[in-house]
């Protein structure tokens, strides 16, 4: 259930501005002062092309980024500047699905080994531990008998949903999912989606998606914000935005998405490449 649109957020960036230092004396700006917020039970989307700071929003919110100035406050607490122990302590309530599912795996680790291990470290029982797992991977629609095979023993489509168990595992409030399913065939993306959906209406987890294509928010998110050059230029409800673009930059993002109708198609070509034109 979503939580009402006049409740507190469980997470709220507000001005949030991130340097990345190229040389000794020359910074990049990648966030100029990006307000975003994230309700209980909600799914906002974080769209826009490669290098429009989307990533790093994230990662700023997974302490990962070091921010210059603004803020960060998660369930009303401020937590811009975690480190060590409160960092340590978030990671009960914040985690996250990176793109590459393979690429966040051990591979020397059995997939009962890689769900279990941050459970572990939290002082859950080995067999306490072993009960969740089997749980989240019931949860994720994977047989039992996954624990006891590695990584590269499974498609990129059940790679990821070993991704979002071990996610999971820590009953989380929040996860920032980073491009989830950019690497994945369009089939495949479907059937994560849905069950990303599912997960959040059995568990009510909270999403900050990040994606490049509006097509995968317009199905799961239900509420969207666009970037462009580290500014958030077009923010509302997901079928406002995906329909109805008020931003020249959401209507380019919109039309560079292929439809399968070839007339259509160039139809959205020429329609492209005049606003690219007059940008």
Same mark, same amino acid.
């Given at each position: 259930?979503?939580?009402?649109?006049?409740? =507190?957020?469980?997470?709220?960036?507000? #001005?949030?501005? *991130?340097? @990345?230092?190229?040389?000794?004396?020359?910074?990049?700006?990648?966030?100029?002062?990006?307000?975003?917020?994230?309700?209980?039970?909600?799914?906002?989307?974080?769209?826009?092309?490669?290098?429009?700071? &989307?990533?790093?929003?994230?990662?700023?919110?997974?302490? /990962? $980024?070091?921010?210059?100035?603004? +803020?960060?406050?998660?369930?009303?607490?401020?937590?811009?500047?975690? &480190?060590?122990?409160?960092?340590?302590?978030?990671?009960?309530?914040?985690?996250?699905?990176?793109?590459?599912? @393979?690429?966040?795996?051990?591979?020397?680790? !059995?997939?009962?080994?890689?769900?279990?291990?941050?459970?572990?470290?939290?002082?859950?029982? &080995?067999?306490?531990?072993?009960?969740?797992? $089997?749980?989240?991977?019931?949860?994720? +629609?994977?047989?039992?008998?996954?624990?006891?095979? @590695?990584?590269?023993?499974?498609?990129?489509?059940?790679?990821? %949903?070993?991704?979002?168990?071990?996610? /999971?595992? +820590?009953?989380?409030?929040?996860?920032?999912?980073?491009?989830?399913?950019? $690497?994945? #065939?369009?089939?495949?993306?479907?059937?994560?989606?849905?069950?990303?959906?599912?997960?959040? %209406?059995?568990?009510?987890?909270? @999403?900050?998606? *990040?994606?490049?294509?509006?097509?995968?928010? +317009?199905?799961?998110?239900?509420?969207?914000?666009?970037?462009?050059?580290?500014?958030?230029?077009?923010?509302?409800? !997901?079928?406002?935005?995906?329909?109805?673009?008020?931003?020249?930059?959401?209507?380019?993002?919109?039309?560079?998405?292929?439809? =399968?109708?070839?007339?259509?198609?160039?139809?959205?070509?020429?329609?492209?490449?005049?606003?690219? #034109?007059?940008?």
């Amino acid at each position: 259930m979503i939580a009402p649109e006049d409740a =507190a957020p469980l997470l709220a960036v507000e #001005d949030l501005v *991130v340097d @990345y230092r190229l040389h000794r004396k020359l910074k990049l700006r990648a966030l100029k002062g990006v307000s975003i917020s994230v309700g209980a039970g909600e799914c906002v989307g974080l769209v826009g092309e490669s290098g429009s700071g &989307k990533s790093t929003l994230g990662k700023a919110v997974l302490g /990962l $980024a070091a921010v210059a100035s603004g +803020r960060i406050s998660f369930d009303g607490k401020d937590i811009t500047h975690a &480190k060590g122990a409160e960092r340590r302590r978030l990671a009960n309530d914040i985690q996250v699905v990176f793109q590459d599912p @393979y690429g966040s795996l051990d591979p020397t680790m !059995t997939v009962g080994e890689v769900l279990a291990e941050p459970l572990q470290v939290g002082g859950t029982s &080995k067999a306490q531990a072993r009960s969740v797992v $089997a749980e989240m991977l019931d949860h994720v +629609r994977l047989p039992a008998d996954s624990v006891h095979r @590695y990584p590269s023993e499974f498609s990129g489509g059940q790679r990821q %949903r070993i991704a979002i168990a071990r996610a /999971l595992v +820590r009953r989380p409030r929040l996860i920032v999912c980073d491009e989830p399913v950019s $690497a994945l #065939d369009l089939t495949t993306q479907a059937t994560i989606l849905d069950l990303f959906i599912d997960l959040q %209406r059995d568990t009510g987890v909270s @999403y900050l998606f *990040v994606s490049h294509d509006l097509g995968v928010v +317009r199905r799961i998110c239900h509420r969207v914000s666009v970037m462009y050059h580290g500014e958030i230029v077009e923010s509302g409800h !997901t079928a406002q935005v995906t329909q109805d673009p008020e931003h020249p930059y959401t209507r380019r993002l919109l039309l560079a998405a292929p439809v =399968a109708d070839p007339a259509r198609q160039a139809e959205r070509r020429a329609a492209w490449l005049g606003l690219r #034109d007059s940008a």
